[in-house]
């Protein structure tokens, strides 16, 4: 007969062996398109979105409101969405410009096409060409952040000024508190757990736990938009998976300490827009950015958000954000 032991064994076996399936751990698929560009049963701010054919990509992204353009650069492993209070403010003033980064959201990609940070900068010069942008104020978060700085270096003369907020920076990232759980989506043993797991609200709320000061900011609407676009599919779970690696990557890492010359030779008009309470990236990192960048105009920390400051004082945050754009509009 089969003990207590043994039952419990062959249940999670079960478990794992159907988290696998869902992860796509089987899948033998290289060059596939991962998503499509439907947008069925999506949270009501992607259905805003619109697509635009970028090299290989096919690009969702917000485009609302008229004037000098200001691109959105949101972070990982989040979406556009992370600005949805943001924009209605920016989009009275400013043409404002917020894409999925390839690898996330609902941006359209080959399975095994290149998400790391060259790449994305790439698609961001393509996607405004196709728009007809040759200048833009860029507001960087996180991933976003990282690459705005490779734009202060490579291309800052397409830039107006720069914004950035809990920015992957240096070689700080990414942050000891979130290894783990990228280790755990990452590895093929875990990941099958992991992505049953994540499909279960109050395990959502409690790995998102990290990016916020109060967990009132996880509402329900919001956790579905920050967890939907990986699980709505097996090919988007094994794209994250595949974004992940690269955050696990050293060399890929170290992206962000070559700019570091461009950074001290960017003296465009840059805020540094924080939260306080982060405990991903926290303040010093932003202190080390404010004495390496001769263009940072202030620090402004907001005492009572973490890692996602847009949306934990998205009215305080919107009107710093505007504050600064407007001030470097009229100096301009």
Known sequence: MIGTIGIVLIAFAVLWFYGAILAGIFAGERHVVVSDTSLQGVEPFSLRKRFAAIGEAKVAYIDEGQGPAVLLLHGCPFQSYEWKDVIPLLSEKYRVIAPDLLGLGDTVVFQDADYRLPRQMEMVLGLLDHLGIKHTHVVGHDHGGAIAQMLMKHHPERLLSVVLTNVEAYDQWPSNRERADVELVVNPLTSPL???????KPLQRWIYRIAVAEQKTLT???????????????????RLRRFL???LDREHNSETLRVVDGLRAFTKPTLLLWGGLDQNFDLDIARRLEKDI?????LVALEKSAHLPMLEQPQLYGTSLLAFLNDTQKSS
């Open 294 to 298: 001769p263009g940072v105009v202030r």
């Open 194 to 200: 992991f992505r049953i797991a994540i499909t279960i």
């Open 220 to 238: 329900d609407d919001v956790l579905f938009a920050f967890v939907r676009p990986h699980i709505s599919s097996t090919r988007r779970w094994r």
């Open 245 to 247: 690696r690269w955050q």
